[in-house]
Every structure is written in C-alpha cells, then in structure tokens.
C-alpha cells in the first residue's frame, strides 16, 4: 500500500524558513514524478511545486519561485520542500502527493506563518 | 495559465437521486501527445484530498462505478448517478496538461 507521510510544519514568523519532509512507502520511489499541493483554510487546492522522478527536473508555482525547491533524497524515499522569505500568505496544509495527477496524497502538515 | 472555472459552487443533493459537477478550462486541454489530463477529486471535510478520475473519464481504483467523468476540449462533467450520504464534501477538477498544474475553486455537495 502506498503510504506518504508528510512532516515538518510549524508556526513561523514572517520571513523565515522551513523545510518540509514527506517519506513514501509502498512504492519504488526514484521512478515516480512527486508533488507538493497546498490548501489555506478554508480555501481550495494551489500546486506549489513538482520534481520528476527520471530528469530530476523541477516545477513551482509563481507564487513561490525564487522562495521554495523543491528536492528529494531517492536513498532515503523522502521528498523535501524548502520553504524561505515566508509570508502570511503561505499559511496553509501542505499536501505531498505522488504522479503528474497527483492519485496519491498524504494526511498535511500544517505550516503557520505568523508574529 | 489555465483557469478552472467550476459550477455550481454548491450542490444540495438528494439521496438517491444523480448530481453533475461542470468543470470548463480557459484553453483546451489537448497535450501534444493526444492525451487530455483532466483529473477530479473529492475532499470530505477534515481529510485529504481522493482522486476519483484521472484523464477525462477513467475511474480510479476502488472508486464507486456511481461516479463518471466525460467530456473534451474545455468542457467536462462529473456525475454521480445516484448520490449516496458518504459522497457530500468538496470536488475538485484539476489540469494538468500545462505548467503551471491549476485546480477548480471546489463544488460542495451536501444532502438537502
């Protein structure tokens, strides 16, 4: 059963960092592309960011390029997300999620950013 | 980018009775490898996000035979041939044929 277990999410403060971790079982990790998909409360769905799992290549949204990266550790099944210069807008649940149409997902990890 | 519009917003179903989410994309949604990816997910409140359909119309696995999706170009419906309790929360389309990946704002569906 594949299983991905996101972790890492705090209460920050207005420009400061964070990185997020997702560890996935249940799959063979280095062939698959992986995702990360973030909620505000109450709000909808916003991809963030994407890495292949073949070319390495990688993907973010506008909102966070140039502040987030995307990466992952292949020898250890853990995809991360480096998170700096955040903002009260990043507040959100961070959803790890597996393919291009993201058919797996993870429970969140909730990152607060606030003073 | 592409923009997913959704309707309606919100559905108050019936038990027993179909439902059907539009989804339309402000472009089409045709890759250059002749596959459209289309995808809808369901969303009961306090849990993740489930994929239900992936490319325009196929079912994932373990996903009722109740819930379909179809249609081509920049308009696509989910239905739900009969609704059941278990299906209220929100659904989501997503595209995910151009960079960057963009979601519907959400239909929710409760029971009336």
């Known amino acids: 059963e594949v299983q991905l277990l996101e972790s890492g999410g705090d209460l920050v403060q207005p420009g400061g960092s964070l990185r997020l971790s997702c560890v996935a079982s249940?799959?063979?990790?280095?062939?698959?592309?992986l995702n990360w998909v973030r909620q505000a409360p109450g709000k909808g769905l916003e991809w963030v960011s994407s890495i292949s799992g073949t070319t390495g290549n990688t993907y973010h949204a506008d909102s966070v390029k140039g502040r987030f990266a995307i990466s992952r550790d292949d020898s250890k099944n853990t995809l991360y997300l480096h998170m700096s210069s955040l903002e009260a807008e990043d507040t959100a649940v961070y959803y790890c999620?597996?393919?291009?149409?993201?058919?797996?997902w993870g429970q969140g990890t909730l990152v607060i950013v606030s003073s | 980018d592409v923009v997913m519009t959704q309707s309606p917003l919100s559905l108050p179903g019936t038990l027993g009775q179909p439902a059907s989410i539009s989804c339309r994309s402000s472009q089409g949604l045709v890759h250059s490898d002749g596959n459209t990816y289309l995808s809808w997910f369901h969303q009961r409140p306090g849990q993740s996000p489930r994929r239900l359909i992936y490319k325009v119309s196929n079912r994932d696995s373990g996903v009722p035979d109740r819930f379909s999706g179809s249609g081509s170009g920049t308009d696509f419906t989910l239905k739900i041939s009969r609704v059941e309790a278990e299906d209220v929360g929100v659904y989501y389309c997503?595209?995910?044929?151009?960079?960057?990946?963009?979601f519907g704002p959400g239909t929710k569906v409760d029971i009336k």
């Open positions: 249940g799959l063979t990790f280095r062939n698959y592309v």
């Open positions: 999620t597996r393919n291009w149409g993201n058919d797996y």
């Open positions: 997503m595209q995910y044929t151009q960079w960057p990946r963009t």
